[in-house]
């Protein structure tokens, strides 16, 4: 829940933080959104500067597991869109997507 919270830029950071965490990659989030809630997880997507769309799912106690989006249907998990109305941050304007970038 904490992640409606953020601003574009801390939101950004957190995610990109999670997904280095996993050990995979993303130079710098172009975007960010929540996309649903999945049983007892908020479903959030972190479109990276390489164009990789990475779906995070965080739950409760604040641990997240990172897939790519591409994946998901193929495994059973929900698909990437964004519903209508559920737009957690529509994304991070030039100033914020530098910052993300060089930290």
């Known amino acids: 829940q904490w992640l409606f919270d953020l601003n574009d830029l801390d939101r950004a950071i957190?995610?990109?933080?999670a997904i280095s965490a996993q050990g995979l990659r993303c130079d710098g989030i172009v975007s960010t959104r929540y996309v649903t809630r999945y049983k007892d997880m908020d479903m959030w997507t972190a479109t990276c500067s390489d164009e990789r769309k990475w779906a995070l799912f965080v739950s409760a106690s604040d641990?997240?597991?990172v897939r790519l989006c591409a994946d998901n249907e193929k495994i059973g998990l929900p698909a990437c869109a964004v519903q209508p109305a559920t737009e957690g941050g529509t994304?991070?304007?030039e100033n914020t997507v530098n910052l993300v970038n060089s930290g």
């Open 91 to 93: 994304g991070l304007n």
């Open 63 to 65: 641990s997240v597991q």
């Open 14 to 17: 957190a995610l990109k933080r």
